[in-house]
């Protein structure tokens, strides 16, 4: 069974930086796109950026510049740096695994982590 756990939210002012994990565990499928997503109070849950299993990358545009993912296939972990915080960064951010069609950007997760918070002040 694929689990999913993140850490490194938390709180930060405008213009800071923060730097996301997502360990994968019960994780066989070599083959898994990653992602990560977000969902601000209120809002509906948004892909902010993926990584295939190339190690190819593709951004929103709300965070291409300022965001970064990476992962670490020794540690079977996933990251996000994020630089240049905004206060329309605040949300829960989530890490995603597979794609339930096939896709190479999981933009329809199999698996899904619990979450982490980002909180951006002005």
Known sequence: QVQLAESGGGSVQAGGSLRLSCAATGYTDSNYCMAWFRQAPGKQREWISSIRTDGST??????????TISQDNAKNTLYLQMNTLKPEDTAMYYCAAGDRYGGNYCY???HWG???QVTVSS
């Open 108 to 110: 329809n997760p199999l």
């Open 114 to 116: 619990q979450g982490t």
């Open 58 to 67: 593709i951004y929103a545009n709300s965070v291409k510049g300022r965001f």
